[in-house]
């Protein structure tokens, strides 16, 4: 007897399906793409005729989302990123949550009719940046890498570490009774973060990243990759059963330890695509819980709310940054790029919620404020890099505080060569660089072979090259150089566009095997470098030998070869 698919596995078809269609129709429009994961959630909702979406199901790989999305943040997560700007960052990202909490809170209380408690919560979730997208705008419009990037992030940081709290204290915060009782099971909640940072830290901090090691050394990535999503989603599901900390909280502990370790470039390569994915899922079912004519119901709060995100996060972090003396036209871009709302927004609305402390009708003003905000960061930024020199002007203070670049865990490094792959090729080039004593980064793939480096005080990156999570921490935009020893052309290519998009101007020295692939790489690189294929060179340093030997002058044997691998690049480009 015909029957149709299973109702999960069709929940999950649509998610994917209908993602990626709204979503790709959201980048059309020059919109992000999370706009149209939420209209995908609301198009299988039940909200609308012909509902597809088995809610449980979206729910579970939605918290899965969650979890993967905080274990990223925890990777990316370096106390020195924090500690370069701290005096900054810290009491501005405080005092901005303050300032924008309170606007929110204003509304939820004078619109809404929240109590105080649940108009304070309501108040947080228009208060927290969204970290996905304020780094991808600024990284868009070249501004990640520099001061205001640097700044920026730190911004986050403090930001996602007061939601990780927040996660915490909710549902103690929920639970009411008098002021006796909530303190208690705020000191509760307290003792179970501390007792699982503990952990983490004596224990964790070893086991996982040599577990990690262990299985890298096995030279299978795609044990790696597993092995990552273990740690992530197992040490998750060890702090929600051991210790009732919330699965996403223990996600991203489990991040923090493997991003202090050497192994954290690559297990964040390996995480982020999933990661994407469920974050997705995520977005789409904010967009399964929306019940249209409950947003219908309260257009003056959403607009509100959009006021408060606008005014408390972007102009409350302006303010903040002047009165901290900041460069005005950093001060403008960090605001500007941080003045919207997301993913760790509608997180806290979702958990306040489910623990009883906001209704279910905050979400529409929540999701209008985020999609409003979201919409306008470009605009924002634009209007910023606009009115940088009238600010500078009206304030007389050009450069008055610059934000330090993060530690990194060799000293900081410019006009050095980045070495990728330390093979048979790679590592003649690596022993040439340190015989004249030039500065130098390798990224390599193969575990074991960036241990040895690093035993030996070479500054290794160890992670797939062709990742930006990896790549990016050779520092490409301060590089002089790059050496692409890799085999592979597919892999070469890839990393020549991450070395260009870093640093359009760096000079690049690329292997390859074949005519059509030097080509290709001779009119990347354009002027600025050199391509040399192994079978050619092998060829000519034989034909210089053998000329050498029968009498031919060194100079004039030199020659002959010149004109040899000329003649030879003319024919390829011709042919």
Known sequence: MPHGPDPML?????????????????????????????????????????????????????????????????????????LAVWRVAVPGAVLQIGVAMGLGALVGQGLLGLPPGASLAFGLALAISSTAVATRALEERGKLGG???????????????????????LPALAGGGDGHGLALDVGKAALSLIAFALVMVLAGRRALPWALVRVARGGSRELFTLAVLAAALGVAVLASSLFGVSFALGAFFAGVVLGESDVGHQAAAEATPLARIFSAIFFVSVGLLLDLSVVGDTPLAAVAALAAVLLG???????????????????????????????????????????????????????????????????????AEALAPWLEARLARPEARPALPPQLPWPVLADHAIVVGSGRVGSVVIAALRRHHLPLIVVEEDRAGAERLIAQGIPTVWGDATRP??????????????VVALPDAPQAREVLREARAARPGIHAVVRTHSDEEVAWLEQEIAGTGLVLMGERETALGMADYAMQRLGVAASTAQATIDVLRRRAMEDIAGG
């Open 10 to 82: 069709a929940t999950i078809v649509a998610c994917i399906l209908l993602a990626f269609l709204l979503g790709s129709g959201a980048r059309l429009l020059r919109m992000p793409a999370l706009i149209g994961y939420i209209a995908a959630g609301i198009v299988i909702g039940p909200w609308l005729p012909g509902s597809l979406a088995e809610r449980g199901m979206v729910a579970a790989m939605a918290e899965i989302g969650v979890a993967l999305l905080l274990f990223g943040v925890g990777l990316h997560f370096k106390p020195a990123d924090l």
């Open 147 to 169: 001061p205001p990037g640097r700044l920026a992030l730190g911004w986050l940081v403090m930001q996602d570490l007061v939601v990780v709290f927040a996660l915490v204290l």
């Open 313 to 383: 996060i972007g102009g409350g972090a302006l303010a903040v940054m002047l009165a901290f003396r900041v460069a005005p036209r950093v001060a403008l871009v960090v605001a500007a790029g941080i003045a919207q709302i997301g993913e760790f927004s509608f997180l806290l609305t979702e958990v306040a919620i489910r623990q009883g402390l906001l209704p279910d009708a905050v979400r529409g003003p929540v999701l209008m404020a985020a999609v409003g905000s979201i919409i306008a960061t470009p605009l924002l930024l634009k209007a």
């Open 469 to 482: 999570e990896v790549f990016h921490a050779a520092a490409p935009e301060r590089a002089r150089l790059i």
